[in-house]
């Protein structure tokens, strides 16, 4: 009662002067997602009692307010006969005018978008640093803001709302401090690819989408761009029925081999879209669409920091030699800068677009790194950091940024690691750190390939002729990663398919059935449980027949049976 104890004298004085109140719908406004609601008594002592969502619909009494040391409060009615006070800022005529921050600090770093359609990157917000709030596009039911529209310097666009705080103090703290920085400080950096305690280990919230589950464990096999693959997808279909394949991975665009002409090429790499297939597009609809007919889950893979095409259509983008300002050759490549921008829209932008049009549940990024073994040219060449940012932190920007981008279109992101990363103690040459990736990615998918380790690797001698031991080594080293990510990826590992290379031992396996199915094992043994992608470039359904047994078995469901003990 004692809350509407002046509300009723109010109305006492109204009626007796004739005039009658003026009720009007008004919203809930605040600078914090929540807006305090009060009691106010016979002796003006005004006490919170509530605090509802801002953007909640409410009755205003015009006619009856109150006014206590300067400041004014109105009588609210927020549900049936449920009255209190608000003050009169908190009370706006529009659901527009709900969101009322003037400034916000960047807690992890983000990019600022300029052009939401196209994915326009215009700045980087960067830790501790304050913007100038100018607008929102949506809120959400608990009151947070999905992107602001900011201001920084001259530059306006969209950061989102998760990556912002209310003060600097806050914005300049790490995330669990005491427990995560003694662990990444300790990580050197003898290679050149950066601090590790430069990147961001705020959590990331997992998403989840109604109409696009992701498998529990994905057994997928490879499909490259070749009409005699894709375009035969009826017997890859048949093949995979008869085992417990339940994903196929499929190129969008590999180095120099481009699969349909994608309007995302024709408008940042012409020369992408002059290569890519003439009438694939039909191609990869068929493929997808029957894929997902048959209850296949289905992912398209896309390279992105090694693109010979994009830098012949864009060489201001690409590592460039200092001596001549030529683009760098390396690996017989033209790498894009993964510092520059303009590489990360085009390959995102892509990757939309094969979303929206074929439906893929899922975009793998491969390439998503600096070239590897450059440490003896590292100072003859340029990679254009335009925001002054280590490897580490580009290469996490990078998959921060895609990852919202492709979220907002309702798919899921995994990224391509060397096998490496998975070792403790220093960060990549090539800017991977494993924690830092998987932090934020859906998936992270390392490629352990046996016959890529080196002779005695891990105490294993001849590690490609030892499928089981090598990858089970090699897991429990990623386990040790995962343990230090706050938010780790589900890791789902590419596995080698192709017999051993004969340069590296012409006597190495061949990679059937059974060496296969110990690779397999190996991960699982090791506990990483999300699957595997098989590797073979070719993507021969014979070669996939012949270890068609690897393929048969439930691992997962193997798994859970064995660790219920």
Not at 271 to 276: F, L, Q, S, V
Not at 362 to 390: A, G, Q, W
Not at 433 to 446: K, L, Q, R, V
Not at 502 to 530: F, W
């Amino acid at each position: 009662m004692k809350r509407v104890f002046l509300a009723l004298a109010l109305v006492a004085i109204m009626v007796a002067c004739g005039k009658k109140d003026v009720i009007e719908e008004r919203y809930l406004a605040s600078a914090k997602v929540t807006v305090p609601l009060y009691e106010i008594d016979e002796n003006e002592n005004v006490t919170q009692v509530i605090a509802l969502t801002r953007g909640r619909k409410v009755e205003a009494n015009l006619s009856k307010s109150v006014k206590i040391e300067k400041q004014r409060y109105y009588l609210v009615e927020v549900a049936r006969k449920e009255f209190y006070y608000a003050k009169e800022q908190s009370l706006v005529a529009s659901h527009r005018e709900v969101v009322k921050e003037k400034a916000l600090w960047v807690r992890t770093p983000a990019s600022i978008i300029t052009n939401r359609e196209t994915s326009l990157i215009g700045g980087q917000g960067e830790k501790g640093e304050k913007l100038t709030i100018i607008g929102y596009d949506t809120m959400y039911a608990n009151g947070k803001v999905n992107r602001y529209k900011v201001r920084q310097n001259k530059v306006e666009g969209w950061i989102y709302g998760k990556y912002l705080v209310t003060s600097q103090k806050e914005a300049k703290k790490r995330y669990k401090a005491e427990e995560y920085d003694k662990v990444h400080k300790a990580i050197k950096n003898p290679f050149g690819g950066g601090e590790a305690i430069g990147c961001d280990f705020y959590p990331t919230e997992r998403v989840q989408f109604a109409n696009n589950k992701m498998p529990e464990a994905c057994y997928s096999l490879y499909l490259n761009i070749s009409p005699k693959v894709i375009g035969n997808i009826e017997k890859y279909i048949d093949f995979a029925k008869r085992t417990k394949i339940n994903t196929f991975v499929i190129d969008i665009k590999d180095n120099e081999c481009p699969g349909y002409k994608a309007e995302a090429m024709e408008r940042y790499s012409p020369t992408n879209y002059r290569y890519a297939g003439s009438g694939k597009e039909k191609m990869y609809k068929n493929a997808v669409k029957r894929l997902h007919e048959e209850g296949f889950y289905v992912v398209g893979r896309i390279t992105c920091f090694k693109d010979s095409h994009l830098v012949r259509d864009h060489a201001n983008v690409a590592i460039t030699e200092k001596a001549t300002g030529k683009p760098f050759k390396h690996n017989k490549a033209y790498w894009p800068s993964p510092y520059e921008r303009q590489v990360w829209q085009f390959n995102v932008e892509l990757a939309k677009e094969a979303v929206r049009k074929f439906g893929f549940n899922e975009i793998n990024f491969d390439y998503v790194r600096f070239p590897d073994r450059m440490t003896k040219v590292e100072k003859l060449i340029d990679y254009h950091n335009k925001y002054n940012e280590s490897k580490v932190q580009a290469i996490q920007r990078f998959v921060q940024y895609a990852c919202d981008e492709i979220h907002a279109e309702g798919a899921y992101v995994s990224i391509d690691v060397f096998g490496e990363a998975a070792n403790p103690g220093y960060t990549t040459a090539y800017g991977q750190y494993w924690p830092a990736i998987s932090n934020i990615c859906d998936a992270i998918c390392g490629m352990p390939y046996p016959d890529h380790f080196s002779n005695g690797y891990y105490g294993i001698k001849k590690p490609w002729n030892h499928p089981y031991e090598i990858l089970k080594a090699w897991g429990e080293r990623v386990q040790a990663r995962q343990a230090v990510t706050p938010t780790p990826a589900v890791v789902r590992t590419w596995i080698q398919a192709y017999p051993v290379m004969r340069h590296v031992d012409k006597n190495g396996l061949r990679y059937d059935a059974e060496d296969v199915e110990k690779e397999i094992r190996g991960l699982y043994a090791a506990g990483l449980t999300g699957g595997y992608t098989t590797w073979h470039s070719g993507s021969n359904l014979e070669k996939y027949k012949a270890q068609k047994a690897a393929f048969c078995i439930d691992y997962l469901k193997e798994w859970k049976k064995s660790n219920k003990k």
